[in-house]
């Protein structure tokens, strides 16, 4: 567009403006601005990805099982005695006094029996088989939006 524009709406070229004895024509001059506009624009120029890979391995493990078991036995004794003794540990056999009160021709205190209670332990080695779960991390590259994938070089 001409930055200078009649106002009438076809200009003469035979006649100049601003010619004595002609009325004045009436001219304006217009302001051109430009305006730019910024706008980005998306271009896929490769891909990464990450996998993660858990890989499971059987491998015998060796542990050691341990089993208790109590046997409990009962001593017959009824022996007259003078007084209460507490339980008391013989080797691997723990011993608990059971006391009873018998009339005789006077009160007299008679040890009735005692019970034997023998913790008796195995240890054995066992073999059991377990599951080893182990994970790996891949990382691929492709270059372009349909590229083929290979392997990350870890180097950097």
């Known amino acids: 567009m001409n930055p200078v524009e009649s106002a009438n709406p076809e200009p003469r070229e035979s006649e100049p403006a601003g010619q004595p004895g ?24 490769g891909r990464v990805r990450a996998r993660k890979i858990t890989h499971q391995k059987a491998q015998p493990l060796s542990v050691e099982l341990r089993e208790q078991r109590v046997e409990v036995r009962r001593v017959s004794i009824n022996r007259a005695v003078d007084q209460r003794d507490p339980p008391r540990q013989e080797g691997d056999t723990l011993v608990i006094p059971v006391y009873e009160l018998v009339p005789v021709v006077k009160m007299q205190l008679m040890l009735k029996e005692e019970v034997h209670v023998t913790t008796k332990e195995s240890v ?12 790996e991390l891949v990382v691929e590259r492709r270059d372009g939006a349909d590229g083929e994938w290979r392997p990350e070089d870890n180097d950097t």
């Open 22 to 45: 002609k009325p004045d024509e009436e001219h304006r001059v217009s302001a051109v601005q430009e305006q730019l506009e910024v706008g980005i624009e998306e271009i896929e120029t």
């Open 124 to 135: 054995q080695q066992v073999v059991r088989e377990v599951t080893l779960n182990s994970e």
